[in-house]
């Protein structure tokens, strides 16, 4: 299994949403992969101003409150595909790279 992280970028974090026609796209490619058992999981991720962080060493532990501006990689949403190699996960990342346009797509092999 390979999970897919969908990088955030400044609409994400402003909560924007998708444009009707990209959401649709999006939507297309999940049922797609539904329907053939790839997809697992599919979710986007409340931006990080709905967050918090939890960050230190044990008993020096400090919780902040988002938006985690700091941060340049958040993490806008993922899935999680069952196929047989890392070529597969690629090849169904780069379409959803295509609708995403100018977002990063991380795949990353699940561990035991």
Same mark, same amino acid.
């Given at each position: 299994? $390979?999970l ?13 949403? $998708?444009?009707? =026609? ?8 999940? %049922? ?5 058992? #790839? ?9 990080? !101003? ?17 938006? $985690?501006? =700091?941060?340049k990689e ?5 899935s999680?595909?069952? #196929?047989? !190699?890392?070529? %597969? ?12 346009? %100018?977002? =990063?797509?991380? #795949?990353?092999?699940m561990?035991?």
């Amino acid at each position: 299994q $390979f999970l897919l992280l969908f990088k955030g970028d400044a609409d994400y974090e402003r909560g924007k949403e $998708f444009a009707p =026609e990209r959401a649709a796209d999006v939507a297309r490619l999940d %049922d797609e992969l539904t329907s053939k058992g #790839v997809l697992l999981k599919h979710h986007r991720i409340a931006p990080s !101003s709905t967050g918090k962080r939890l960050a230190g060493p044990k008993g020096k532990r400090t919780w902040t409150d988002g938006p $985690f501006t =700091e941060s340049k990689e958040l993490i806008a949403g993922f899935s999680i595909l069952d #196929v047989p !190699s890392l070529a %597969d996960a690629i090849t169904w990342a780069d379409q959803y790279a295509a609708i995403l346009v %100018d977002n =990063e797509v991380d #795949v990353r092999q699940m561990a035991d």
